[in-house]
């Protein structure tokens, strides 16, 4: 599945259909494919009305309704302006042959169904379909929408200036890109792809799903030992945030790191059991035995470091060969440049990712843009719908939950790709995986009765639900 542009998604069309394909057999399978998931979501026999506009839109309302009708629905037609497109009028006659009528009793019906208006929506809604969108709103029933929430702008997933509240919104081949916006979440409800048979698009974003994450696992060598394990070095915490090193820490070794080193201002630190201590200032004058600096295959720098250092940590970055975890504060401004030839994940929240890269662009803009100019970095750029990719390959991992927005999450989740980097994993594939299962534990939690509701609760999970990859082989709503 794939997140695309409105300006892609035309582009792959015009591909099918210079490949001999037809809009109207589309529509067909459009029909079809999205009763099957009608039928999921409305398992009782009821009352269906397909309110259409005059495009092709509504010609995939119509097929819906012609295969709901074909099931026993009752069904009929509210199309005010009539059929403009020669596929819709197909559609409408294919209707018609089953008895399906026409009404304009809209509040008669169990479920309506939208194809007002889909990509081929432009400008601000016209006066009189706005007002047929709050009429429909205001009803209050369970709205299904064909494609796009009519009135929503498929790019940025904002209303223009009003679009219709669907429960669900059946997405034709592709999730559209303004679903990935906070903003359309209240218009779209439950976004369900409907698979045409596209075949994989040239552009777009990748959703990352748990068949991809299974697919990624390493096999375990049972004969390794704790170095090939994973060895992960760790700079984070501070006395003002101590619990952050604690939290990267844990979350590294529950993803199973064979050893684990910390660089500590002063030998009290609390650390797990297991992790061995580093005095910064030997690490800094470089005075570190080099039997324990060969044990390392990985470094984390940055959460809760505050901004001491700064001189030293861009020094170390600049030198070391190891690959490289930055996140927090470790995201100088200008640290891109010194890492832009390294193997390194970055993994900026929003907030931080404006403060190294400036661009004015949205959310999936800027992430593409930095891509394409920095296409070795690998950028975890985090939020609901955390964004992962390296160069032209790019993911979303399309979870939006808010348990997961406790303090330290964020700190847990680069313990934990630290951990695959460390334990050999590139830097993309350390990224994804890690960045998957820690958005999938909260949900996972919630099905067995328990509850995520502090960043420490992720670590205890991860290890209690047996690990990541056995986390990841569970895994069935995703
Ligand atoms: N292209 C394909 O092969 C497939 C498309 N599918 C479905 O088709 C729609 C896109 O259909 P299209 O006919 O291109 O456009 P729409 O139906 O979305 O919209 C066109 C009508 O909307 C009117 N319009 C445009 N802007 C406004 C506005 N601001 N306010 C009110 N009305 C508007 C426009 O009116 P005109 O007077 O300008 O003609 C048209 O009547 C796509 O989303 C899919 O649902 C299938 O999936 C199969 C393959
Ligand atoms: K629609």
């Known amino acids: 599945m794939f997140v695309l542009s409105s300006s892609d998604i035309r582009f792959e069309e015009e591909k099918l259909f210079s490949m001999g394909q037809t809009p109207l057999a589309l529509m067909s399978i459009v029909g079809a494919m999205s009763a099957l998931k009608f039928i999921e979501d409305f398992k009782n026999v009821c009352k269906v009305v397909a309110v259409c506009g005059k495009g092709n839109n509504a010609g995939d309302a119509l097929a819906l309704l012609y295969n709901l009708k074909l099931k026993g629905y009752d069904c009929s037609i509210y199309q005010p302006w009539g059929a403009a497109t020669e596929e819709c009028r197909v559609q409408r006659e294919l209707c018609r042959s089953l008895g399906i009528e026409e009404t304009s009793d809209l509040k008669s019906a169990d479920v309506i169904v939208e194809g007002l208006l889909g990509v081929g929506f432009y400008g601000n809604l016209r006066e009189e379909t706005l007002k047929l969108i709050r009429e429909i709103n205001n009803l209050n029933k369970p709205i299904v929408s064909m494609d796009i929430p009519a009135g929503l702008n498929s790019d940025t997933g904002e209303p223009q200036p009003d679009a219709i509240r669907a429960a669900y919104t059946y997405s034709i081949g592709f999730l559209k890109r303004g679903y990935l916006f906070r903003q359309s979440y209240e218009y779209t409800g439950k976004v369900i792809v409907i698979d045409i048979g596209f075949p994989p698009p040239e552009n777009g974003l990748k959703i990352f799903t748990s068949s991809d994450a299974k697919t990624l696992i390493k096999k375990k060598d049972d004969f390794s030992h704790k170095v090939e394990k994973g060895s992960l070095l760790v700079w984070a915490g501070s006395k003002q945030y101590p619990g952050a090193l604690r939290l990267c820490l844990e979350g590294a070794l529950n993803m199973g790191v064979g050893m684990s080193f910390s660089i500590v201002e002063d030998e009290f630190s609390i650390l797990p059991p297991e992790t061995i201590p580093i005095a910064e200032r030997d690490f800094i004058s470089n005075e570190i035995d080099e039997k324990i600096s060969k044990k390392f295959r990985a470094v984390l720098i940055g959460p809760g470091l505050t901004n001491k250092r700064e001189t030293f940590i861009k020094e170390f970055v600049s030198k070391t060969s190891l690959p490289l975890i930055l996140d927090a504060d470790a995201l100088f401004p200008d640290i891109v440049d010194l890492i832009k030839d390294k193997e390194v994940v970055i993994t900026p929240h ?15 803009e800027r992430f593409e843009a930095f891509l ?8 975890v750029l985090k939020g609901p719908n955390t964004l992962v990719g390296k160069g032209s390959q790019k993911y979303v991992v399309p979870i939006a939950d808010c348990d997961l927005a ?4 964020g700190d847990v989740l680069s313990g934990m790709i630290g951990a695959l980097l460390s334990t050999g994993y590139d830097t993309l594939t350390a990224s994804l995986l890690a960045v998957f299962v820690h958005a999938i534990i909260p949900e996972i939690a919630r099905q067995k009765n328990m509850r995520v509701t502090r960043s420490s609760d992720l670590i205890k999970l991860l290890k209690a639900l047996g690990g990541f990859e056995n986390i990841i082989e569970s895994c069935d709503f995703i």
């Open 350 to 364: 929003e907030g931080e990712f404006r403060r190294i890269y400036k661009n004015d662009s949205d959310r999936v």
């Open 372 to 379: 394409e100019q920095f296409p070795n970095i690998t950028l």
């Open 406 to 409: 406790v303090a330290g999450s």
